[in-house]
């Protein structure tokens, strides 16, 4: 099992930044794939980022990209996800997720930690 928890949410006006963190433990090595979901809502879950465990790739949705910035330290077994120019559409729970390289689906979930961005 892979314990996850987020942190570093809050209440930010529009153009602010925030940094979110994730933390990991447990068995860590099913971690391979780090992974940034949001859900707004009435909204589905979606998509933010995602970084691989040695944190030489990541990856963005369109919607974030150029914005948002996953970054790994593998000695905290920590992910961060450093938001900036963020819009009232990024209001969202955010949840980060992890997987192995095996799998198509993420296995561990946190609990989530709210980000709400004032116009």
């Known amino acids: 099992q892979v314990q996850l928890v987020e942190s570093g949410g809050g209440l930010v006006q529009a153009g602010g930044s925030l940094r979110l963190s994730c933390a990991a433990s447990?068995?860590?090595?099913?971690?391979?794939?780090m992974g940034w979901f949001r859900q707004a809502p009435g909204k589905e879950r979606e998509f933010v980022g995602r970084?691989?465990?040695?944190?030489?790739?990541?990856y963005y949705s369109d919607t974030v990209k150029g914005r948002f910035t996953i970054s790994r330290d593998k000695d905290k077994n920590t992910v961060y996800l450093q938001m900036d120019s963020l819009k009232p559409e990024d209001t969202a729970v955010y949840y980060c997720?992890?997987?192995?390289?095996?799998?198509?689906?993420?296995?561990?979930w946190g609990q989530g930690t709210q980000v709400t961005v004032s116009s």
């Open positions: 997720a992890a997987r192995n390289y095996a799998d198509t689906e993420y296995g561990f």
């Open positions: 970084i691989n465990r040695n944190g030489g790739m990541s």
């Open positions: 447990g068995r860590t090595f099913g971690s391979d794939i």
